[in-house]
């Protein structure tokens, strides 16, 4: 069964459909990438199921019920977690508060889970330090140690590894394959490397629209795929 479904999503900006009657079905324990070059409708698109982004058009549907009206604070009460290339934690709390607020929302015990929490994503030294002195690289972990504090069924990774060093990006795909046991992951990711060693099936998104889906070693040879990118000058 899909854990996350969509039928025809669609975003209009004006007279730009950053996101084009889009089919997606995502199923449960998979590790999904969607990729595609700048521009082409990724970051929308995870908007519109996060419920940051109001679709022109079309359904989103999670473990079976249709949340195409649900805010984002209700989604994530159904299970669903995210981070965004824009850090969102709060600046002037610890590493160790922040992540303790995401165990608090859904009660869980705080004393336990947070120092587990930041050790997962490397960050269990840094629990004293103000989030807002950490690295961009090392603020986006510390939202994915928040993420994975709300047990999520869906984590949803908008760019995880941008900004970190090559020793980080192994200890995150390293992470991303522990992580897929308890959780669903839809991952937007331009590293290819990190997408060829986590991704079950990629998803290409081109001018809003599913451009190509499948295995990463058939996406590798999707002569349409390399044309996108070849395209626009992306990697
Ligand atoms: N709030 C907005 N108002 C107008 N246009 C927008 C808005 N948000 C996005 N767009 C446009 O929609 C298109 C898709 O943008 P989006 O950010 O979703 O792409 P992306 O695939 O995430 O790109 P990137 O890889 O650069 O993050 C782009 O042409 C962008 O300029």
Redesign the pocket.
């Known amino acids: 069964m899909s854990l996350l479904q969509t039928r025809g999503l669609t975003?209009a900006?004006?007279g730009?459909h950053?996101?084009q009657d889009v089919d997606f079905d995502l199923p449960e324990g998979e590790v999904r990438a969607l990729i595609?070059?700048?521009?082409?409708?990724?970051?929308?698109?995870?908007?519109m199921l996060c419920g940051r982004?109001a679709p022109t058009a079309g359904a989103v549907r999670f473990a079976g019920a249709d949340i195409s009206r649900l805010p984002a604070h209700r989604r994530i009460r159904e299970g669903m977690a995210y981070t965004f290339?824009i850090t969102s934690v709060f600046a002037r709390l610890s590493c160790r508060e922040n992540v303790a607020l995401a165990v608090r929302r859904r009660k869980g015990d705080a004393a336990r889970e947070v120092p587990a929490a930041l050790a997962r994503v490397g960050l269990g030294d840094r629990a004293d330090q103000l989030a807002g002195d950490l690295s961009y690289g090392h603020q986006r972990l510390l939202e994915i140690a928040m993420g994975l504090a709300q047990k999520p069924r869906l984590l949803i990774l908008?760019?995880p590894t941008q900004g970190l060093a090559d020793s980080e990006i192994e200890g995150f795909v390293a992470l991303v394959r522990e992580v897929r046991a308890e959780a669903t992951v839809l991952l937007?990711e331009?590293n290819m490397s990190v997408v060829m060693d986590t991704a079950d099936r990629i998803t290409v998104?081109n001018f809003?629209e599913v451009l190509a889906e499948g295995t990463p070693e058939e996406i590798h040879a999707d002569g349409r795929v390399q044309d996108a990118y070849l395209g626009t000058g992306d990697a």
């Open positions: 975003k900006f004006g730009l950053a996101v595609g070059p700048n521009g082409a409708g990724k970051t929308t698109f995870v908007g982004v290339q908008d760019e937007i331009h998104l809003g």
